[in-house]
């Protein structure tokens, strides 16, 4: 696997790519790999020549009151992951060269109304700066297909509105979440759980799980459901940020035409935010 760090170095290496016709699949992450990126990974496999990964933390999708510096970092482990599955290359950008004017000049992409709710009403700024950096990756990597996981469901559909709306010639594939053995979300947070926070973490899949069966029995009282479970949700010892049942294709309150729901959910253990969404088809 080839390690590169220079975006001169990356359009050099993808010019040669074109030249040879090369289909490139491309997974996007800010590192601490766990399976589920390793899921991304072997999903990225089946879809091209050439497959490229990037590792990149990137500040503009942080919010003032979140920890970029605390954000774990594993690199030599996360490389040997990505050479073991046959990764042909890993751009690790630096920040002072993806934003090479400064963070107060930076252009940014933003996809109104899917950035401002649900996720982005707690974290306002946060998919601007998941859509500029997806973006400016897209413009130096130029993959015709990247993938993304499910688990972040609504950056999936931010990203994917973000390349209709800008006619970026790729095809965007969203791939399952990876769970642990008892239900919860892989995540590079959880590493931020003590055990005892651990312990408790997998309520916000049973809970999520449970509304779900509440639909498929047939309740369609979503706002009263939804705020019983998110006492529910309290009781296990999680904090809810938010509990919420939308269109699983516009985020939007569901409507009488919507077939496929998505039940979204967020909640702090201490500090550390876990999110989580299942769809239910009715
Ligand atoms: O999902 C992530 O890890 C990040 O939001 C992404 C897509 C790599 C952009 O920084």
Request: glycine share 6%.
């Amino acid at each position: 696997m080839q390690t590169v760090s220079d975006i001169t170095q990356l359009r050099e290496i993808r010019r040669q790519w074109k030249v040879e016709n090369k289909s490139i699949a491309f997974v996007p992450t800010m590192g601490n790999l766990h399976q589920g990126h390793l899921k991304l990974v072997k999903e990225a496999k089946k879809h091209a020549d050439i497959v490229v990964v990037s590792i990149f933390v990137n500040p503009l999708q942080f919010g003032a009151e979140e920890d970029l510096d605390a954000y774990p970092r594993t690199i030599e482990d996360d490389k040997n992951a990505l050479n073991e599955l046959g990764v042909n290359l890993l751009f690790m950008p630096k920040a002072e060269d993806i934003y090479s004017r400064g963070l107060e000049q930076q252009t940014f992409v933003e996809v109104p109304g899917l950035s401002y709710m649900i996720c982005g009403a707690s974290r306002p700024g946060h998919f601007r700066g998941v859509a500029t950096i997806v973006c400016k990756l897209f413009n130096m990597v130029q993959p015709n297909n990247a993938f993304f996981g499910e688990k972040d469901f609504q950056q999936l559909q931010v990203i994917k509105a973000m390349v209709t709306d800008l006619s970026m010639n790729l095809s965007i594939h969203g791939v399952p979440t990876e769970r642990e053995s008892d239900g919860l979300a892989m995540s590079s947070r959880n590493n931020y759980l003590n055990t005892e926070q651990r312990a408790i973490a997998p309520a916000l899949y049973k809970t999520i799980q449970a509304m779900k069966s509440d639909i498929q029995s047939g309740r369609r009282d979503f706002s009263v459901l939804c705020a019983a479970y998110k006492t529910e949700l309290a009781k296990s010892g999680i904090k809810p940020d938010y509990i919420d049942i939308r269109s699983s294709v516009s985020l939007l309150q569901p409507s009488h035409e919507d077939t496929v729901l998505v039940i979204l959910a967020a909640g702090f253990l201490g500090k550390t935010r876990l999110i989580d969404n299942i769809q239910v088809s009715i």
